[in-house]
Structure formats: structure tokens, C-alpha cells
């Protein structure tokens, strides 16, 4: 079976093989310009060096004297001869080709078309199958004077390495970022597992813990219920309080629990169609019953009916019910307001209350895990800061959307937006 890690490191193997493929391909494009540029270069040296040794000048009447071995009108020795005008061509080539843009390393040699070789570069002029040679006719003076075709091959024997180095400023840069993004690649992801398996292990850690406090927390239910029933009456209300606070102990528990199931993936929501007007109608009456007593401003308004959603009603019903919640603990004399209306396939639940408010910068934060809005130093509000992290996975899970309107000192409204199903 394939692991979320193993589709991961194939994915980031297959762009980092597709990086270096599209590397190759640009590599391959370059390479074919240089040489496209190199064959425009060398026609317009060959072009110029016809041009000029097709007259009579200082050059050709020394490379006449030479190949003809004439020495009568010169002061020097044969040999001298040969060797002035075999550096004095090769310096005349390299400044044609450098004027052309070209400063690759060449050889050349001055032949006639029977084959009898004049003269030749210092460096070894070799014709292989891997060389690249360029020949010039030459015209003019020195084939009249020796009454013979002359050509001289011009030759270059690595130009593939010349290419290579034209273009060396595209592979580098590529090669180094590419580099550079494989070395990012594996720190993130060994970051993002390292992280993971930190994770894992807490959670772990928390499950253990919490399925270990469900017993005493049990146990303690249990005896402050038995001690219900013979404590004298100034003391019930200390078994009250024992009680109450036994069982919010367990409702926190039962929530890290629930929560920690979900992030496993070891507990799925069952999602069915549902409308879901008379369960929020009956969980706004049951709000409204305890604002009676709580001293809670409650009003709320439902849009025509029916609300057919595909959810998983229990929890879903346990996020309006966190959200009425928040409102009320959070403001200290609580008004808080319902509606729910339908609009174009949606619909949209809104809580607003008159508390606190929330600060801009908070708003991105507070349905993180764990994050709670701070007074100062001080929690105003007992809890885990696992409330609000529930309800957006929650909606999440359903595909919905939720969103935060807030402003300090006048109060939050909180919108939940879930698909409509048509005629359920």
C-alpha cells in the first residue's frame, strides 16, 4: 500500500528527475545555438580570410616564397622562411576567427588538391571523425602562382567542449538552484516528519493520559453520587460542586479523546442527509430555556425551511452548540443572536454576541490547536483552546466554510456556510 511518505518521496523524486530532463532539454537547445552560432561565425572568418590571401600582400608573398622555397629575395634561410610564415599564418587565422567572436583552440593546414601538403599549424592537424574542419579555396594570387588549386582547412578538435563553456553561464546557475532545491526539498520533508513524529508521540502521550484519568474521574462521579444521598444539607452543595466539576472534567476528556480519534483517522464521520431546521430549532430552544435562567439575551431567527445537508448530525450539533457557548462565556452581559438563512444553494449560520471581540492579528490564529486569546497574562475563560480547532475541522469535514467577522469592544459574529441538497 502506498503511504502518504512514500507518495510524497516519489512525487519529489519524479520532479527532481523532471528538473534534470528539462535541464538535458535546455542543455540540448543551447548547444544547438552555440554550434548554429559557431557556423555563422566561421563562414564570415572563412569569408575574410579568402578575401585577403586571395590578394598580394606582405602574408601571401611570404607563403609563396615559402612554398616555393625561393629565398632570393629575402635574407633569412629557408628553414627561417618556413617557420616565419607558418607562425605569421597562424597568428593571421587567429586574429580573423577572434574577430568573428571565435577563440577556440584550431590548426589549419595549406594543401593543394593533388594532396601535397605546404604547410602546417604547430599544433597537429588531425582529421578524425570527431573533428570539425572547415576548408577555404583559396583564390587569387597563390593558385596562380603555383599554378595549383590551394586550400587551406582550417580544423578544431573539441568543439563540443567549446560549446559546453559558451553556455557554461546557463548550466551552472541551473545545476547550483537545482541543487539548492533538492537540499530545501529534503529539509522541509524531514522537517514535516520530524514534526509528524513529534506529534504522534504527544498525542499518544495525551491518549494515555486521558483514557488513564477516565477512571478516577469515574470513580469520583461515582462517590460524590453515593454521598449524595446522606450528606447533611449544608453540605450538598459541596458534593454539587465535586459532581459539576467531575463531569467537566469528563466532557474535556471525552473531547481530546474525540479529537485525537479524528486526527487518526480512526474515528469517521457517518454523513447522511438530513434536514437540519428542527435539530437547530430545537437547539435554540434549548439555549433560549437556559438564557432564561443565566441571565443570557437570546434571540434567533430561522429562514424557510427545509435545510437538507449531508452531515453527521451529532457533531454537527455540537458546533452550533460550541459556538452559542462561546458567546456566552465570553461576554459579560451576554446578547447573543442566531439566524440561519438559505442563498443560492447555501446555508448560512450566523451566532453574533456583544462580547469582547477579537483583534485583527488573532483572528488567523484562533482556530489553531491549543491557541487561546489572551488578557494580558490572564485567561479570562477556563479551557483547552480545543474548542474552536473542533468546530473548523468539523466544517471542514463537511465541506463547509466558516468565517470571522470581529471588532474589538463590540462583539464576533461567527458564520458557518454548508451546501443545500436539493429536495434532500
Not at 33 to 53: C, G, M, P, V, Y
Not at 377 to 384: D, F, S
Request: some cysteine.
Amino acid at each position: 500500500m502506498l503511504t502518504k511518505r512514500n507518495l510524497y518521496v516519489s512525487v519529489f523524486v519524479i520532479a527532481v528527475i523532471g528538473l534534470l530532463v528539462v535541464q538535458y532539454q535546455y542543455l540540448r537547445v543551447g548547444l544547438g545555438l552555440a554550434k548554429a552560432q559557431f557556423s555563422d561565425k566561421i563562414d564570415k572568418a572563412r569569408e575574410n580570410i579568402n578575401s585577403e590571401l586571395s590578394e598580394v600582400n606582405s602574408l601571401t608573398y611570404t607563403l609563396g616564397n615559402a612554398i616555393r622555397k625561393d629565398t632570393t629575395e629575402v635574407n633569412i634561410g629557408l628553414d627561417s622562411l618556413e617557420k616565419a610564415s607558418q607562425y605569421y599564418l597562424n597568428d593571421y587565422i587567429s586574429y580573423q576567427l577572434n574577430v568573428s567572436g571565435i577563440d577556440a583552440p584550431f590548426s589549419y593546414s595549406l594543401y593543394s588538391r593533388d594532396s601535397i601538403s605546404y604547410m602546417s599549424s604547430v599544433r597537429p592537424h588531425l582529421k578524425a571523425n570527431n573533428n570539425l574542419t572547415y576548408p577555404i579555396q583559396i583564390k587569387g594570387y597563390l593558385p596562380e602562382l603555383l599554378e595549383k588549386e590551394i586550400v587551406l582547412e582550417i580544423g578544431f578538435e573539441d568543439l563540443n567542449k567549446y560549446f559546453l563553456g559558451q553556455i557554461r553561464g546557463l548550466i551552472i546557475p541551473g545545476l547550483l538552484f537545482l541543487f539548492m532545491i533538492v537540499i530545501v526539498v529534503i529539509w522541509v520533508l524531514r522537517s514535516f516528519y520530524l514534526q509528524r513524529s513529534i506529534n504522534t508521540t504527544t498525542n499518544d502521550f495525551i491518549n494515555n493520559l486521558t483514557h488513564e484519568l477516565k477512571t478516577p474521574v469515574f470513580s469520583i462521579g461515582l462517590a460524590s453520587k453515593i454521598l449524595e444521598e446522606d450528606v447533611p444539607d449544608n453540605k450538598k452543595a459541596v458534593v454539587e460542586l465535586i459532581r459539576s466539576e467531575s463531569d467537566r472534567l469528563k466532557r474535556h476528556i471525552d473531547k481530546v479523546l474525540e479529537l485525537a480519534g479524528m486526527e487518526s483517522g480512526k474515528k469517521l464521520l457517518q454523513f447522511t442527509v438530513i434536514d437540519f431546521k428542527p435539530d437547530l430549532d430545537r437547539i435554540c430552544e434549548g439555549f433560549s430555556l437556559l438564557s432564561q435562567h443565566d441571565a443570557i439575551e437570546f434571540d434567533y431567527e430561522l429562514g424557510e425551511g427545509p435545510y437538507y445537508i449531508r452531515a453527521e448530525k451529532f457533531h454537527l450539533e455540537n458546533v452550533v452548540g460550541n459556538l452559542l457557548e462561546n458567546a456566552r462565556k465570553y461576554s459579560d452581559q451576554p446578547k447573543v443572536k442566531l439566524t440561519a438563512i438559505t442563498q443560492k444553494g447555501w446555508l448560512h449560520i450566523k451566532i453574533s454576541d456583544n462580547g469582547q471581540g477579537i483583534a485583527q492579528e488573532d483572528i488567523k490564529k484562533i482556530f489553531r490547536k491549543y491557541f487561546r486569546i489572551k488578557n494580558g497574562n490572564v485567561h479570562k475563560v477556563k479551557g483547552y483552546g480545543l474548542g474552536l480547532y473542533y468546530v473548523q475541522k468539523i466544517i471542514k469535514m463537511h465541506r463547509g466554510k466558516i468565517s470571522v467577522d470581529s471588532k474589538l469592544g463590540e462583539g464576533t459574529t461567527f458564520t458557518i456556510s454548508l451546501k443545500l441538497i436539493k429536495n434532500g
